[in-house]
């Protein structure tokens, strides 16, 4: 595998367009570096909503000087904890974007308020030059700007007047500078949620008419672009939906609150987005585990679809997003049959094209392994892998590529290279069920294969059969040089499933739920792990089937309830 720029072009026009999006950030940030003496923002006209779940008790480690953020537990003790700088990347992000103010509102006494008037206070009193650099990355200034207006309340709950004229510049200062970087945001969600932001601030702070409009624009066309018709993110990833729905549909109500004129493209995109989120979720609740998609805020999500109005079972495919949804006799399956994202958006894609996941009631049964929790675990590059999906693997090669060097990784955020350049979908009603057909060829170049999946779903649920297909391409098929079996089929089971290898196949159950596993090949349980739970990577089991394609290029296989 190569990364060198004239044997990759896609990763070289990568680095060219990353490069030039930190030079035109350049400007910005410098200006920043000196403190901005702005005007006072004057007393705020609105407050936007803070929909994501808050737990009061939280609020007691900040007092203990031993917090735990973004999965990590990091002690500051007596210091402030902004002036930490060896803590985790990500829990320092999460520090910095002040989300965590949630949980003094929540809290709402007056120990809580005056707690967290101390810790703005704090922040605000670091100049520029002594805050890590990450504080100002647009997506943790975007998330600290929203955060700071929806909690402005319990900041300014005991604040005097020198202290609330002090919060209120600062507020203008965060709005001016970020107004200045996002034109070099990255692509994708930073640069989205840091027009969310800045649009919420338009509405929240004393402005004129023409900065709200103007704030407006730039929102609508970010949206336009980013969320598909289907409702769905160009970075494929399930969990940006609730994300940015979390943001979105307050900021809809800050439009009516103010009187002002909402952009067309954010109704529509709430509108799209709202059954999109339905269409991912398990029968548990759950999200599906497909291109960064970890453990779910299932709270959120409840209050998220409480705002959705449409009627009737969710929709049975997202085509421009590349996701298929069959659901029959509370059984639900859904598939990854999509080309993966642009590489400047897919920081977070796996390599996962052609898995599925299943669910029987609400239990899930097969999954994939899923994003980590915390995002410097070592897990979290090898979920992205294909042979941590329920699919096909040839030769232990992921289907989509990723770039090996570690310099490049710390550049671009481990991009995903796409290897499949065409995924044919079919699906039809067979009378008996749903038949669902997908191909993809990811394994051309390096094996010469073209892999194709198809599944059908009974109509009562009770059945799931698929067979998996090898086809030569130009009749280029050949092993690598190992002499290990080439091929592997897997089926990643929930924790919760337990498995037992039996001689009428391999007996899944879990709670009242029992399926049974049958194929044409030996199938046997293997060491599996999920990485998307809330206490860490769990041990689970995978089915796995080993087979070499140059002598069988076809699997059938079944579930049965």
């Not at 059984?331 to 049959?337: G, I, R, S």
């Not at 590059?381 to 096909?392: E, G, P, V």
């Not at 592997?488 to 007996?507: K, N, Q």
């Not at 090949?521 to 860490?536: H, N, Q, T, Y």
Request: charged share 25%; hydrophobic share 45%; aromatic share 6%.
């Amino acid at each position: 595998m190569t990364t060198g720029f004239v044997d990759e072009p896609r990763l070289a026009g990568l680095m060219v367009r990353e490069t030039l999006r930190r030079l035109r950030g350049v400007a910005p940030a410098m200006v920043a570096l000196s403190p901005l003496a702005g005007r006072r923002a004057g007393s705020l006209a609105a407050v936007p909503a803070d929909l994501r779940r808050a737990e009061p008790g939280l609020v007691e480690s900040f007092y203990s000087g031993h917090v735990r953020l973004a999965g990590h537990d990091v002690e500051f003790g007596s210091r402030s904890p902004f002036a930490l700088r060896q803590a985790p990347r990500s829990w320092m992000a999460e520090l910095h974007g002040f989300g965590w103010l949630r949980h003094f509102t929540e809290a709402g006494d007056a120990l809580a308020a005056e707690q967290a008037r101390v810790l703005v206070g704090d922040w605000l009193g670091f100049e520029r030059r002594a805050l890590p650099r990450l504080a100002f990355d647009h997506e943790v200034s975007a998330r600290r700007l929203v955060s700071l207006l929806s909690h402005s309340p319990i900041v300014l709950a005991q604040a005097d007047e020198m202290f609330a004229r002090r919060f209120e510049a600062g507020l203008a200062r965060q709005t001016r500078h970020l107004a200045r970087a996002a034109g070099s945001a990255p692509d994708g969600m930073p640069r989205l949620l840091a027009r969310i932001a800045l649009a919420t601030a338009a509405l929240c702070q004393p402005a004129r008419r023409c900065a709200v409009r103007g704030a407006a624009k730039l929102l609508a066309e970010e949206l336009d672009r980013q969320i598909h018709p289907d409702g769905g993110h160009v970075s494929r990833n399930p969990a940006a939906i609730p994300t940015l729905l979390a943001d979105l549909l307050p900021l809809r109500q800050l439009f009516a609150h103010r009187n002002q004129a909402m952009p067309r493209a954010l109704f529509s995109a709430i509108d799209r987005m709202l059954p999109a989120l339905r269409f991912f979720q398990h029968g548990d609740g759950a999200l599906a585990l497909f291109n960064g998609a970890g453990l779910a805020d299932r709270a959120l999500l409840h209050q998220l679809l409480r705002y959705d109005e449409t009627l009737g079972e969710p929709v049975s495919a997202l085509r421009q997003s590349g996701y298929q949804r069959l659901a029959a006799g509370g059984t639900v399956l859904l598939a990854d049959t999509g080309l993966p994202p642009a590489p400047a958006v897919a920081g977070e894609a796996h390599a996962g094209t052609l898995a599925f996941e299943f669910s029987s009631g609400r239990r899930r049964m097969v999954v994939n392994c899923g994003a980590t929790v915390r995002a410097e675990d070592a897990g979290r590059r090898l979920a992205r892998n294909t042979a941590a999906h329920s699919t096909l693997v040839l030769g232990d090669h992921s289907s989509s590529r990723f770039a090996k060097s570690p310099a490049l990784d710390r550049y671009l955020g481990v991009p995903l290279l796409p290897g499949p350049t065409r995924v044919p979908v079919s699906r039809e009603d067979t009378g008996e069920g749903q038949l669902l057909t997908a191909a993809h060829d990811g394994y051309r170049v390096p094996f010469g294969f073209v892999h194709e999946r198809e599944i059908h779903l009974s109509r009562d649920g009770r059945r799931i059969e698929g067979i998996d297909r090898l086809f030569q391409a130009n009749g280029r098929a050949h092993r690598p040089a190992s002499d290990e079996p080439l091929g592997m089929l897997r089926f990643h089971l929930h924790p919760d499933v337990t498995a037992d290898e039996t001689p009428s196949g391999i007996r899944l159950s879990h709670g009242e739920e029992v399926w049974w596993f049958r194929s044409e090949v030996a199938a046997r349980l293997e060491d599996s792990i999920l990485f998307a739970d809330r206490s860490g990577a769990r041990p689970t089991l995978q089915i796995g089937i080993v087979f070499d394609p140059m002598e069988r290029t076809e699997l059938a296989w079944c579930f049965e309830r």
